[in-house]
């Protein structure tokens, strides 16, 4: 990215982390930051003036559940709703305890990745790893006959649109970020019923790939998987941003892979569990269109950032793959 530093008729341009203003040095104590947003975190200028930075970003990548898309309700209704045709109850106490042990199962299972290649047994695979987790979450609130054949439905019944939702921004930004000619993919740790659920919710070809941690070998926040993303696109990690609800897996995985990563924290913002300055690192509340407004995060001071700038940086020739999603 290209770091425009101005102070009073000052102005000079610089590659890293300093720039010369008026003869001074000027330290940036600033992240990597995107403008993906309007209602991003609004911070207080700097106080030796106000940095601009022209972004050379190419690519943004995208975590699927709880970034795109959500489940409709909770995972704990969906078990119900399945599991009452085999005499589980309905109360508010299971739901609680099947929402519960669902969190605790999905945290303690490994990474879902696998040492077969073979489409065929990657899918089995996938099978056997949810198998594990649903079981687990029966195992602690109440087992009950025919546990094999109730995991067969709910995993079908995930593996398309019917229990899944887009949060009500996500197809207008998507659309806007496509006409604005950057490419999208997405970067998840979802099985491979991830293409099946893209397709239902009609934004599957709005990307240019999806990597999947199962077909990657790798998850986040392993940098091997956003490496092979990167891969795709031929581009360089800071020419890249990738946007996700969790700190560990998004923000943190992007980091050790030198990507510019954005955390989008819909639900813990408004809840006042943790304040975002905290974080320390460019935090946003909802995804919303991106335009040629000057957008502000608040990382160590104002910064503006405008994607839509495609004359800034040197011109570079690249043999670039043909983009390509790998659905198996």
Not at 193 to 207: D, K, M, S, T, Y
Not at 248 to 264: K, N, S, T, W, Y
Request: include cysteine; hydrophobic fraction near 40%; charged fraction near 25%.
């Amino acid at each position: 990215m290209l770091l425009v530093a101005r102070q009073g008729d000052g102005c000079c341009e610089a590659e890293s982390g300093t720039a010369l203003v008026q003869g001074r040095k000027l330290v940036l104590y600033i992240a990597p930051a995107v403008g993906i947003a309007r209602e991003l975190q609004k911070g207080d200028g700097l106080t030796h003036g106000t940095l601009s930075i022209v972004s050379r970003v190419k690519v943004i990548f995208f975590d699927a559940a709880g970034t795109l898309f959500h489940v409709k309700g909770s995972v704990g209704e969906v078990y119900l709703h399945y599991a009452e045709k085999y005499g589980v109850r309905r109360t508010d106490e299971s739901l609680s305890a099947l929402n519960a042990a669902f969190r605790r199962a999905f945290r303690e299972a490994p990474p879902p990745v696998f040492a077969v290649g073979d489409p065929t047994e990657i899918k089995r695979c996938e099978r056997l790893w949810w198998f594990d987790i649903v079981h687990n979450v029966f195992y602690r609130v109440g087992m009950f006959n025919r546990f094999d054949d109730y995991f067969e439905e709910v995993f079908h019944a995930f593996g398309g649109p019917a229990h899944w939702a887009l949060y009500p921004e996500t197809s207008g930004v998507l659309k806007e970020l496509k006409d604005r000619g950057l490419e999208l993919g997405i970067i998840s740790n979802f099985d491979s019923r991830l293409f099946n659920v893209l397709r239902g919710l009609g934004i599957a070809e709005l990307f240019d790939t999806v990597t999947i941690s199962s077909l990657a070998h790798a998850a986040k926040p392993a940098p091997q998987i956003f490496r092979l993303a990167l891969e795709k696109h031929a581009v360089d990690p800071e020419e890249a941003v990738h946007v996700g609800d969790s700190i560990g897996d998004d923000v943190e995985g992007a980091r050790l892979a030198r990507l510019h990563g954005v955390l989008i924290d819909r639900q813990r913002m408004d809840s006042g569990e943790h304040k975002p300055s905290a974080l320390q690192v460019p935090t946003i509340r909802t995804l919303l269109p991106v335009d040629t407004e000057i957008h502000h995060i608040r990382i160590g001071g104002r910064i503006k950032v405008d994607l839509g700038d495609k004359r800034a940086g040197r011109f570079r020739t690249r043999c670039k793959r043909r983009s390509r999603v790998d659905d198996p």
